[in-house]
């Protein structure tokens, strides 16, 4: 595996195209932010990636956790811990955290930066870190002080890690379901017993301690959803004091088998009375939760974003060696006995399916990055509930959209190495196996597209929609007078009309029927990206074109990837919208025993 | 893992939409064959697959195979070897083989019933007894008299297992760059040298001997595929009398890991002087492999086909059994604290994904089968030839298409367990792994459509094309005043004017620029997948339709899941077709240096 951190192309995004300098600047903590700054954190982030994570990628995936029973530890591949304890001295778990904590209170946005290269190198090991900033997040909203003092400074500096623990045996997108139980103790605390599973980073051998933040419920606590609570626990207990004491009663008891990931540890935790500490208020831990879910949600998308990118650098590598067959318009490589393979139209098709996704993905990652950065630390209100929208609309989108593709570009990527892809040896099958789970945790694809249809665009008739909508719309104003645009914001401004009928037909639909919301979520979700992902094909098609005078190849490249993405990816719209539009019946007509 | 033969349903095909027995017995070597010899047949065959080799599956991926590089013998999984052994004992290798040479002589239709269901249990040990079909075809058809009498006895008892050595380290599509070297010897025979990669089977501890078909090249053959000849290699050498002798110099060196198919040996071979005999002409011998090329390919499509159905199964039993959530529209299981997931509409939209592929595969997997007995058996040669054009058509479509679709049915399946698809025990993760070969062996998919579009299409002018128009414009017009078919044969009619149009096109852009096809290619291909697809879906609905008020719910079943191809599936075609349109300059514009 070979990864070149896509510097040039994050700067192109950032400087060129969403001039993030000019919008953190005008937030008070940004003030002082500049281009170099960011442009130095992103250098030195993917020297990290490249040379200590991803080196650990491969021997990671064939090596695999491994579980002491007796002791309830778990080994993570070799290289593991000191990649992480490289990762702390660096400083990098801090980057986007509070000061106040320790932190060096940097944008959000370079977090995504690291986060993407992180990911790229190493999804398995990235998780351990990664799962931490959800922790940070929940605490840091919903923590008493006491937690906060304790906990947070831990997980800036990357001494503890963090963990979600949501999942059990029974439910896991239900976890109105979820049978841990918390038992109040005279001291305020409380005692936590239960079986949770599916716990990413769940136990390790590279922190001293883990704060495991739990879903459990309370006696008395009404049935269903609104009875849970949410605690911290954990794996050492912390006196009030913040000394650290004995081992708590939360025992690794398993390490799943998986298809892939198998550098991360997914466990299963049994809590036998283990002492925590309430987060928030009784009863409402879910909501306290969804802080930590959204961000993670956000960091599903990273992770596919990640994998795509070095999917695509690996498949081109092999494209550009691989001699095989004569292109169908002759020799290319009249001196060897073939043609690299990149001379054939298909193998092109794939490479740039990967690369348009990637890309694509890259600036919506970003700006969706941006906006969460203006959503926490503007002092305009009204800026704060206006970010808080449209990062709710595209939360769902980067997590299905971006992972679905993921799912279809590195499957490419390996039909590229042909027979030679489905070896371990290659290294490209990892890939694909790592890409499957982002279309399942965090609230599996399905469940994102309900949430986008059901209750970001529905639920509020549309105003969250249309926010986006209107942006979309001033572009589409602005270039209509710019001839070299027309190829580009035609489609867009198509599209962006048959995503609002499509929106009214099934608002219609959905109050005679619910179902029809199920029926068509997953494909209504599918043409949402698609207009998001035009938006921003389109908006760096134009800084291309501007550009692309300079004589710098890099705009000639975007240029044509532009174009490959609305000729080629873009039209699959036409479809999704047929079968959005076909209704429920087709899938709710037949009686379940027939199946 | 719990696999139902589907004998219902092979039944329905063959009895009710094709009515395989007339045309079968006008076929003068099987005037004889029944409905109920059929029958009988297909459901033992049922019992062994579903008994014996379902069961090894799981077990066979979990262990995989292990060489011992002292003595270059494969370990097959444990219960692979006995399984073989029961399978000789029940006669299965021998069922469509010659009687001349001790074969049952029944349908190459039966044979195809048998392999779904056998890769339905486990591709892996399938693919043992699998690759001597190949060798059988190829051998009956270009061995000499002495090569005929001495292997074709053995592969029909299933004594010995055949493979086919045709990739090297530098050459799998681009046959003709390949190195392996044969020297004739005084006595007739050759010593052939090289190395091969890839060979499915190539070393196993299930049989006493293996026959190798090898492609290699003489001494002062022309460069390229036109100086490649086709050798028979036994692991133990066979003399002339046909006793056996001695170990031969062809020697595993090398087993695979993959990503999937981990029970079958995936080896790399060195020969060393091996001694061989030469199949049918020098520099002949791509001709004669691609007997073998053609029976694998459309062996490929029923692998993607058995693995469609049991995930199929599986995901449904898993839907009916996990509860979780609520219908949208109100409690379906108001006793229990949720309902079963397949309320759900979008887990009833993976399911009937997967089930319409597996069934729609299926009756043109039938229809192609019992076209090859047609070609084979009968006495009238313009019957044969048009056979023959069919098979050729519909070929590309069963290897490509059909193991396309089981990619997204299996990863379908899969979804539908949520997390715990992902987990190794719940099974289901092998069938995505194993489904992602068949994309890529006998020809990648990309070859395929090429094949497809370049040379079956425009290579003939579209003859081989027009003939399967033709029957399903007689459909049409047939169906044409049947009210209750409107809704499958109007779209059925639209698409197949689609496909009329879009050939003309692309034949009049590839006339410019042979790119065009390559660009076009796999696109076509999926569109004319559809138009084939919708074929059959329409004649099992008309079926259906008619016998709807016998009041058996597998005809309400098979209706519910046509109405669901042609909403939900079909539509893809309007993507495809404009993504078909749109040209090659996307693909090919950029620079290689760009990417």
């Known amino acids: 595996m070979s990864y070149t951190p896509p510097l040039r192309d994050l700067q192109f995004v950032m400087h060129e195209v969403l001039d993030v300098t000019s919008t953190l600047q005008q937030l008070p903590r940004h003030a002082e932010i500049d281009a170099d700054t960011i442009n130095a954190v992103i250098e030195e982030a993917g020297k990290f990636a490249a040379g200590v994570a991803a080196p650990l990628n491969a021997s990671g995936d064939a090596?695999?956790?491994?579980?002491?029973?007796?002791?309830?530890?778990?080994?993570?591949?070799?290289?593991?811990?000191?990649?992480?304890?490289?990762?702390?001295?660096?400083?990098?778990?801090?980057?986007?955290?509070?000061?106040?904590?320790?932190?060096?209170?940097?944008?959000?946005?370079?977090?995504?930066?690291?986060?993407?290269?992180?990911?790229?190198?190493n999804q398995a090991w990235t998780m351990y870190p990664g799962l931490s900033h959800g922790a940070y997040e929940c605490l840091s909203a919903h923590g008493t002080e006491w937690q906060k003092n304790t906990y947070l400074p831990k997980l800036t500096s990357g001494e503890w890690t963090g963990t979600m623990c949501l999942t059990e045996p029974h439910c896991g997108t239900d976890l109105g379901m979820l049978r841990t139980k918390a038992e109040p103790q005279p001291d305020?605390?409380?005692?936590?017993?239960?079986q949770k599973i599916f716990i990413s980073a769940g136990e390790h051998d590279i922190t001293s301690n883990i704060v495991h933040l739990v879903l459990a419920r309370l006696p008395d606590a009404p049935a269903g959803s609104k009875g849970i609570s949410l605690f911290v626990v954990p794996k050492y207990k912390v006196a009030a004091d913040g000394s650290i004491g004995e081992r708590n009663g939360i025992f690794c008891t398993a390490v799943e088998h998986k298809m892939g990931i198998h550098g991360n540890a997914t466990c299963q935790l049994t809590l036998e009375a283990a002492s925590g500490t309430l987060v928030g208020e009784p009863n409402r831990g879910l909501q306290a939760m969804f802080v930590m879910m959204n961000a993670a949600?956000?960091?599903?998308?990273?992770?596919?974003?990640?994998?795509?990118?070095?999917?695509?650098?690996?498949?081109?590598?092999?494209?550009?060696?691989?001699?095989?067959?004569?292109?169908?318009?002759?020799?290319?490589?009249?001196?060897?006995p073939a043609d690299p393979i990149i001379v054939h139209p298909d193998v092109r098709k794939m490479l740039l399916t990967a690369r348009a996704y990637a890309e694509g993905g890259r600036a919506l990652a970003l700006y969706t990055a941006l906006l969460l950065d203006r959503e926490i630390a503007s002092d305009d209100e009204d800026e704060r509930a206006e970010c808080a929208d449209l990062v709710a609309l595209l939360t769902a989108i980067v997590k299905a959209f971006m992972t679905d593709n993921a799912w279809i570009a590195t499957s490419h990527c390996m039909q590229v190495y042909g027979g030679h892809g489905y070896i371990?040896?290659?290294?490209?099958?990892?890939?694909?196996?790592?890409?499957?789970?982002?279309?399942?945790?965090?609230?599996?694809?399905?469940?994102?597209?309900?949430?986008?249809?059901?209750?970001?665009?529905?639920?509020?008739?549309?105003?969250?929609?249309?926010?986006?909508?209107?942006?979309?719309?001033?572009?589409?104003?602005?270039?209509?007078?710019?001839?070299?645009?027309?190829e580009f914001v035609n489609p867009l401004a198509d599209l962006g009309d048959k995503v609002t009928k499509l929106t009214t037909e099934l608002g219609?639909?959905?109050?005679?029927?619910?179902?029809?919301v199920g029926a068509?979520?997953?494909?209504?979700?599918?043409?949402?990206?698609?207009?998001?992902?035009?938006?921003?094909?389109?908006?760096?098609?134009?800084?291309?074109?501007?550009?692309?005078?300079?004589?710098?190849?890099?705009?000639?490249?975007?240029?044509?990837?532009?174009?490959?993405?609305?000729?080629?990816?873009?039209?699959?719209?036409?479809?999704?919208?047929?079968?959005?539009?076909?209704?429920s019946d087709a899938l709710m007509a037949m009686d379940e025993s027939l199946f």
Chains 1, 2 share one sequence.
């Open 424 to 486: 371990r040896d290659s290294g490209i099958e990892q890939f694909v196996r790592d890409a499957r789970i982002n279309m399942i945790y965090e609230g599996t694809n399905t469940v994102q597209s309900l949430d986008l249809l059901g209750r970001k665009v529905l639920g509020d008739n549309g105003k969250k929609l249309k926010k986006f909508g209107k942006i979309v719309a001033e572009f589409i104003e602005e270039e209509g007078v710019n001839e070299a645009m027309q």
């Open 63 to 121: 090596e695999g956790c491994t579980l002491d029973t007796a002791t309830h530890e778990v080994r993570t591949p070799k290289g593991f811990k000191q990649a992480y304890e490289q990762y702390v001295e660096g400083g990098w778990p801090s980057l986007s955290c509070d000061p106040a904590f320790g932190g060096q209170g940097l944008p959000v946005l370079l977090n995504q930066c690291l986060y993407e290269m992180l990911n790229s190198a």
């Open 297 to 336: 949600r956000l960091g599903v998308g990273c992770q596919a974003l990640g994998l795509t990118e070095t999917a695509y650098q690996m498949a081109v590598a092999y494209a550009k060696d691989r001699i095989q067959m004569r292109s169908l318009t002759g020799p290319k490589a009249p001196d060897k």
């Open 520 to 583: 068509a979520a997953v494909d209504y979700l599918r043409v949402c990206g698609h207009l998001v992902f035009a938006y921003f094909w389109a908006r760096m098609a134009k800084v291309a074109l501007e550009k692309q005078g300079s004589g710098d190849p890099f705009y000639t490249a975007k240029l044509h990837t532009a174009r490959f993405y609305f000729a080629k990816l873009l039209p699959e719209t036409a479809a999704l919208i047929r079968t959005a539009r076909s209704g």
């Open 188 to 194: 305020g605390t409380y005692k936590i017993t239960g």
């Open 508 to 516: 219609m639909k959905a109050m005679r029927n619910t179902d029809e």
